[in-house]
């Protein structure tokens, strides 16, 4: 589904992806797990196609199409999702129409009439609840005065909403409580099929107790280090990160 | 010079101005003459004009129909309204004159009076007389003062005291001539004490000619009054509009106004807020989507004479290609008026790297015990924000359009009136996408 090829990328005009490599199969599901400024962020932002960062070398393969010559509308149009570290607050534009335009957008790629109503609003409905939002959430601006826990609620709610073939979950974990992040994981396990990939980029092993990845990889200073199963995780929970850093 | 030209006019013709005009309006000829001898047309050497040379529009050659020579036009022909849409009252100004044919409007509560300034000033002298150039002040406005020296007629809108008007009056004016023409028309709104009502005015020009329009409102709202008064200006670019909004207002009177300016040439709008009684308050919105060359200048003075009142002010501009913004925004809270709240936003979008927006806050605070504060911004979309959409699969342009359309949002929500509020809302997502052409027809009412 996805292969990094040797991904180097720079943002204003540093350095910060070295050579990525990295295979993604449907069904999986990959940790991206490393210390602080290691380029975890970079790499999500990278494969969404944010125009701030830009790529020097290597190439990204989707669905066997050349990723990086996609515009990032077209990237989600093809399946890509990107849950954002930090979503951002659009005051004037409602949950509603932004989801509608988005859902009709990728219904408009594939040759389809956009939604009727009726089934929006069901879809809607069923995916919230599914997230345990509150209904007004989704009529308010998008992500206007929701606290952190809500918005990152709200990305997965949008993945639901979009089911997308590869999920990229940046953070989602971060600022979550211990019952936010069950929920959020849980919605995430219930939209994973064998036909859908996910990666997980994250610092902490805490969200892996409730989404089992299939490999995990370590980030630092733009480079994958080590590549091993759950129980890297595990071992990076008790360990840190120094023993792989400074061997 | 230009200007000699109009004085000579003025005087030439003075009879044929005031044999098609009436004595209320007459008898303030003289002294707006005097003055605009004095001052004449505001350059842009005047500070306050530094970005609209408003005398400019003036060197054009202008016909100006001072005997009140009959345009042909059925306003219904025109503009096809389907009132049920905007349910209304309808009237129509053609160019300065009140259109004087029957209209198909509902009853008007007893007491209030809608219609042609010259009969209201003949049916209730003491009434007109009371209020009529007596609000606005041309003492340093040009404009004003030659505005008073050829207005014939206009519009004028009475409601008396504890009486509410429940449905929205509607004025067209529609500018309509076969040569290049000056116009120069009046607006006086008068709400007495608790008396209720909401005003909307649409600008529609209908020929392809140049027209220099003046326009000056004078709105007086008695205590406990509620005036709303919302006006959409929909011209070509061959349209100069020079319009000046006069308000005061006396104790827990609330005055609502918006100028929504969907397609025009050169605009100036000038207003003036002056509140006289205490716990008044005044929200003032302002939004302007211009592109070509299309110029807009708003300019709004507020005066806090008294103690515990209230102003809101909120002006928007988004300006694409070569087109130029104005905001000047002067408060002044006088030396009496403690507790006063007064805020004021300023926020422009610039869509392209021709555009050009100037804007200029400037309060003078006499008082010490108030609260005020004032924003700016000017700047271009937000990118993270488009990066968010289209990672949502929503396409670059369709997301610049969301983006812009929520810009107007909270402008748009200022307006009281549930119906206009859709009906612009949709409006300006047409503009945005480019399918609203240069006016030809009322879009409020169609």
């Not at chain 2, 003025?10 to 007459?26: K, P, T």
């Not at chain 2, 400019?56 to 100006?64: K, N, Q, S, V």
């Not at chain 2, 806050?361 to 993270?384: N, R, W």
Request: with cysteine.
């Amino acid at each position: 589904m996805l292969q990094i090829k040797n991904l180097h990328a720079i943002v204003e005009e540093k350095e910060i992806l070295k050579g990525i490599n990295l295979e993604v199969k449907p069904g999986e599901i990959h940790a991206v797990m490393g210390p602080n400024g290691s380029g975890k962020s970079t790499l999500a932002s990278v494969l969404a196609g944010n125009p701030k960062f830009e790529v020097t070398r290597g190439s990204i393969l989707f669905k066997g199409k050349d990723l990086l010559e996609m515009e990032p509308e077209d990237r989600a149009r093809e399946g890509l999702f990107l849950s954002f570290q930090y979503p951002v607050e659009i005051p004037g534009v409602s949950m509603v129409n932004f989801m509608r335009a988005a859902v009709n957008e990728q219904r408009k790629y594939r040759g389809e009439e956009p939604i009727p109503a009726s089934d929006f609003l069901k879809l809607m409905r069923d995916k919230r609840e599914l997230l345990g939002m509150d209904s007004n959430l989704v009529s308010r601006s998008v992500n206007e005065g929701f606290s952190g826990g809500e918005k990152k609620k709200n990305e997965i709610f949008q993945m639901a909403m979009l089911s997308p073939q590869l999920s990229i979950l940046d953070e989602t974990d971060s600022g979550l409580d211990i019952d936010a992040l069950r929920v959020v994981a849980q919605g995430v396990n219930k939209l994973q099929t064998k036909e859908n990939a996910t990666i997980l980029i994250t610092h902490y092993q805490r969200l892996l107790e409730y989404i089992k990845p299939d490999q995990v990889h370590v980030l630092y200073a733009g480079r994958i280090i080590r590549t091993g199963g759950p129980e890297l995780a595990l071992e990076l929970e008790k360990r840190g990160y120094d023993w792989l850093i400074n061997p | 010079m230009i200007e000699q030209q109009y004085k000579d006019l003025f005087q030439q013709f003075r009879s044929e101005l005031d044999a098609n005009s009436v004595e209320g309006m007459n008898r303030h000829r003289d002294a707006a003459f005097d003055r605009f001898q004095q001052i004449g047309f505001p350059t842009s050497r005047e500070e306050d004009y530094k970005h609209s040379n408003v005398a400019r529009a003036f060197d054009a050659d202008l016909g100006l129909n001072l005997r009140n020579i009959p345009i042909p036009v059925n306003p219904y022909d025109a503009f096809k309204c389907d009132v049920p849409n905007l349910s209304t009252h309808l009237y129509f100004l053609i160019n300065d004159r009140y259109y004087d044919k029957p209209l198909a409007n509902d009853p008007l509560p007893e007491g209030v009076y809608v219609g042609s300034l010259q009969r209201f000033s003949e049916e209730h002298p003491d009434i007109f007389n009371a209020h009529y150039g007596l609000i606005a002040d041309y003492s340093d406005n040009g404009v004003v003062a030659y505005n008073t020296m050829f207005a014939q007629d206009g519009f004028v809108v009475y409601v008396p005291e504890n009486v509410t008007v429940e449905k929205p009056l509607q004025l067209i004016n529609i500018l309509r001539g076969g040569v290049d023409l000056n116009v120069n028309r009046r607006l006086l709104i008068i709400a007495g004490e608790n008396a209720h009502v909401k005003l909307l005015v649409c600008d529609h020009a209908v020929d392809d000619v140049h027209f220099v329009v003046t326009q000056v409102t004078e709105v007086a709202a008695a205590a406990h009054a509620e005036v709303d008064l919302y006006e959409l200006e929909e011209n070509s670019l061959k349209v100069t509009r020079l319009s000046n909004l006069f308000s005061e207002q006396l104790e827990h009177s609330h005055v609502v106004t918006s100028g929504i300016t969907l397609h025009n040439g050169y605009t100036r709008n000038n207003y003036c807020f002056r509140i006289l009684g205490e716990h008044a308050q005044v929200v003032a919105g302002g939004l302007a989507i211009c592109d070509r060359k299309q110029h807009i200048d708003n300019f709004v003075f507020l005066d806090h004479v008294v103690p515990n009142c209230t102003s809101n002010e909120l002006f928007k501009t988004v300006l694409d290609d070569s087109a130029t913004g104005v905001f000047c925004g002067k408060i002044l809270v006088e030396k009496d008026a403690q507790k006063t709240q007064a805020y004021q936003n300023n926020r422009n979008l610039l869509a392209s790297t021709t555009a050009q927006m100037f804007s200029k806050p400037q309060l003078e605070i006499y008082a010490d015990d108030v609260k005020c504060s004032h924003g700016l911004t000017t700047g271009q979309l937000d990118e993270d924000a488009l990066f968010y959409m289209r990672a949502r699969g929503i396409d670059k342009e369709e997301a610049k359009l969301l983006l812009m359309v929520a810009f107007t949002r909270d402008v748009v929500d200022l307006i009281r009136i549930d119906t206009l509020q859709e009906r612009l809302a949709m409006l300006i997502e047409k503009r945005f996408r480019g399918e609203l052409m240069r006016c030809g027809n009322c879009n409020v009412c169609k």
